[in-house]
Nanobody, 122 residues
Framework: QVQLVESGGGLVQAGGSLRLSCAASGRTFSRYAMGWFRQAPGKEREFVATTSQSGASTSYADSVKGRFTISRDNAKNTVYLQMNSLKSEDTAVYYC???????????????WGQGTQVTVSS
């Protein structure tokens, strides 16, 4: 079993940057692909980014491509989401999740964190 704890959220002005972290428990972190998802008020949770077990492969939602970067440090059991050029529409609760397969589908992800709030003011 994997426990995930996100951190790094907060309030930032449009155009600013934030880096989210997700710390995982256990010794099996490197076996899992990791993903970031987000849920804005009144909307369904959506895919943001994913990285493979080694970190060599990444994929992004079109809405964040070129602005967000997902990375991982398997030695630290941590996955990151660097968010640049933030927009008001990026305001959401951000969740990290772990999957044996990765990809865009939320059903692929078995383990979820509690989420961290990101608010972008315009």
């Amino acid at each position: 079993q994997v426990q995930l704890v996100e951190s790094g959220g907060g309030l930032v002005q449009a155009g600013g940057s934030l880096r989210l972290s997700c710390a995982a428990s256990g010794r099996t972190f490197s076996r899992y692909a990791m993903g970031w998802f987000r849920q804005a008020p009144g909307k369904e949770r959506e895919f943001v980014a994913t990285t493979s077990q080694s970190g060599a492969s990444t994929s992004y939602a079109d809405s964040v491509k070129g602005r967000f970067t997902i990375s991982r440090d398997n030695a630290k059991n941590t996955v990151y989401l660097q968010m640049n050029s933030l927009k008001s529409e990026d305001t959401a609760v951000y969740y990290c999740a772990a999957s044996q397969w990765g990809g865009w589908g939320q059903r692929n992800y078995f383990y979820w964190g509690q989420g961290t709030q990101v608010t972008v003011s315009s």
